[in-house]
T-cell receptor, first 110, second 113 residues
Framework: SQKIEQNSEALNIQEGKTATLTCNYT??????LQWYRQDPGRGPVFLLL?????KEKRKERLKVTFDTTLKQSLFHITASQPADSATYLC?????????FGAGTTVTVRA | DVKVTQSSRYLVKRTGEKVFLECVQD?????MFWYRQDPGLGLRLIYF???????EKGDIPEGYSVSREKKERFSLILESASTNQTSMYLC????????????FGPGTRLTVL
């Protein structure tokens, strides 16, 4: 069956450190993968998209990698700040739709 | 900026009631989606629509129906609400051409008693 797995544990990190989130998938062949941020009580907000032929994508302090052989994406938040505290969702394209992981909650301590 | 609005932030209904959740987007998007979000399960797709009067079942359509009479509006209907439909409901929209991100509404927290 198809499965998308993100870090099962919440991530607690010190301000200034790098947070690394994982997204592993099975029985999908996504042409692209997206990452979203969700704050409590709000809808997800799009952050980054990476295509299957791209190894890495950056946007400000965010970096995403995509390894179709390992069936894995890594999402990095560098120089983290308390304002980065949120839940981060990965989403895979699935036949014109998106399939979402359950998300990883990140808390950045000042 | 794209804006997706949902009719209610919080809703409390009784078992057996018919419930309507409304979603409106203002960017002329072709695609619209309804998800529910439960702790540990992530977002699960209920129904989606590629165009006016078009609808497609998602992963968990049982107990739900949808209506899209106008391009900007996509309604989710719970014909007879049950307690296991207590959840956060999120609407989203996107362009149909190419690979595009989805824009989400703020969500409706529905409680069925």
């Amino acid at each position: 069956s198809q499965k998308i797995e993100q870090n099962s544990e919440a991530l607690n990190i010190q301000e200034g450190k790098t947070a690394t989130l994982t997204c592993n998938y099975t029985n999908y062949s996504p042409a692209y993968l997206q990452w979203y941020r969700q704050d409590p009580g709000r809808g997800p907000v799009f952050l980054l998209l990476i295509r299957e032929n791209e190894k890495e994508k950056r946007k400000e302090r965010l970096k995403v990698t995509f390894d179709t052989t390992l069936k894995q994406s890594l999402f990095h938040i560098t120089a983290s700040q308390p304002a980065d505290s949120a839940t981060y969702l990965c989403a895979l394209d699935n036949d014109y739709k998106l399939s979402f992981g359950a998300g990883t909650t990140v808390t950045v301590r000042a | 900026d794209v804006k997706v609005t949902q009719s209610s932030r919080y809703l409390v209904k009784r078992t057996g009631e018919k419930v309507f959740l409304e979603c409106v987007q203002d960017m002329d998007h072709e695609n619209m989606f309804w998800y529910r979000q439960d702790p540990g399960l992530g977002l699960r797709l209920i129904y989606f629509s590629y165009d006016v009067k078009m609808k497609e079942k998602g992963d968990i359509p049982e107990g739900y129906s949808v209506s899209r009479e106008k391009k900007e509006r996509f309604s989710l209907i719970l014909e007879s609400a049950s307690t296991n439909q207590t959840s956060m409901y999120l609407c989203a929209s996107s362009f149909s051409q190419g690979v595009n991100e989805q824009f989400f509404g703020p969500g409706t927290r529905l409680t069925v008693l």
